[in-house]
T-cell receptor
Framework: GIQVEQSPPDLILQEGANSTLRCNFS?????LQWFHQNPWGQLINLFY???GTKQNGRLSATTVATERYSLLYISSSQTTDSGVYFC????????FGAGTTVTVRA | KAGVTQTPRYLIKTRGQQVTLSCSPI?????VSWYQQTPGQGLQFLFE???????NKGNFPGRFSGRQFSNSRSEMNVSTLELGDSALYLCASKQEYEQYFGPGTRLTVT
C-alpha cells in the first residue's frame, strides 16, 4: 500500500510562531485529508484537499498531487494548536502518516 | 447534523474475553470504516462496511469482525482478546470522499 512520510516528527513552537508540516506519499495522492487529533483521541477534520490550496483561519494547506506531497501551514500559533497532526490518503481505506506532534508554548 | 458517535468510550476487559464496540455514522452516510490506533503501529485500517456489506478488509486476524445494520450503524467485535488488542478504536463515516471520525473507544486488555 501507499507509504506516507510526515515531517518533522516533533515540533516545538513559541506562541505566535509560524510553521510548516509536510507529507510525502509513495504513490498517487487520493482524497487527501489533514486531521488534528485532540487530547481525547478524536480526529478532527482540518482539510479535504486532493489538490490545490485551501485556507481556514490561521491554517492553510497545499497539495501538489503531481509531486506527491502536501503541506500544512500554521500561522500565529496558539497553545490550542498543540496536538498531533495527521495526513492521510486513500479511497475506502485511509493510509496515515505517523503524525507530527506539535507543542505550542505560551 | 450530529457527528459520528461511538459507544462505549472506555472499556476494560481481560484476556480471553470478547468485546463489541458500536458506531453510529452521520445521518445519511452509508459507509462506515473502522481503524485501530496503537503507539507502535499507528493508525491501521480494519474494515469498511457499505449498505450492510463488508466491502473492504485490512490485514487483521479473523478475531476481528464487524457488521452493519440497515440504519447504517455498525458494530465491531473482537473475540479472544489479547493484550496487544489494547488500543484506541476509531470509526469513520463517509458520504462521498471525506471521512469523519468519531471520538473513539479506548480498550484496555488486562
Amino acid at each position: 500500500g501507499i507509504q506516507v512520510e510526515q515531517s518533522p516528527p516533533d515540533l516545538i513552537l513559541q506562541e505566535g510562531a509560524n510553521s510548516t508540516l509536510r507529507c510525502n506519499f509513495s504513490d498517487s495522492v487520493n482524497n487527501l485529508q489533514w486531521f488534528h487529533q485532540n487530547p481525547w483521541g478524536q480526529l478532527i477534520n482540518l482539510f479535504y484537499i486532493p489538490s490545490g490550496t485551501k485556507q481556514n483561519g490561521r491554517l492553510s494547506a497545499t497539495t501538489v498531487a503531481t509531486e506527491r506531497y502536501s503541506l500544512l501551514y500554521i500561522s500565529s500559533s496558539q497553545t490550542t494548536d498543540s496536538g498531533v497532526y495527521f495526513c492521510a490518503s486513500g479511497d475506502y481505506k485511509l493510509s496515515f502518516g505517523a503524525g507530527t506532534t506539535v507543542t505550542v508554548r505560551a | 447534523k450530529a457527528g459520528v458517535t461511538q459507544t462505549p468510550r472506555y472499556l476494560i476487559k481481560t484476556r480471553g474475553q470478547q468485546v463489541t464496540l458500536s458506531c453510529s455514522p452521520i445521518s445519511g452516510h452509508r459507509s462506515v470504516s473502522w481503524y485501530q490506533q496503537t503507539p507502535g503501529q499507528g493508525l491501521q485500517f480494519l474494515f469498511e462496511y457499505f449498505s450492510e456489506t463488508q466491502r473492504n478488509k485490512g490485514n487483521f486476524p479473523g478475531r476481528f469482525s464487524g457488521r452493519q445494520f440497515s440504519n447504517s450503524r455498525s458494530e465491531m467485535n473482537v473475540s479472544t482478546l489479547e493484550l496487544g488488542d489494547s488500543a484506541l478504536y476509531l470509526c469513520a463515516s463517509k458520504q462521498e470522499y471525506e471521512q469523519y471520525f468519531g471520538p473513539g473507544t479506548r480498550l484496555t486488555v488486562t
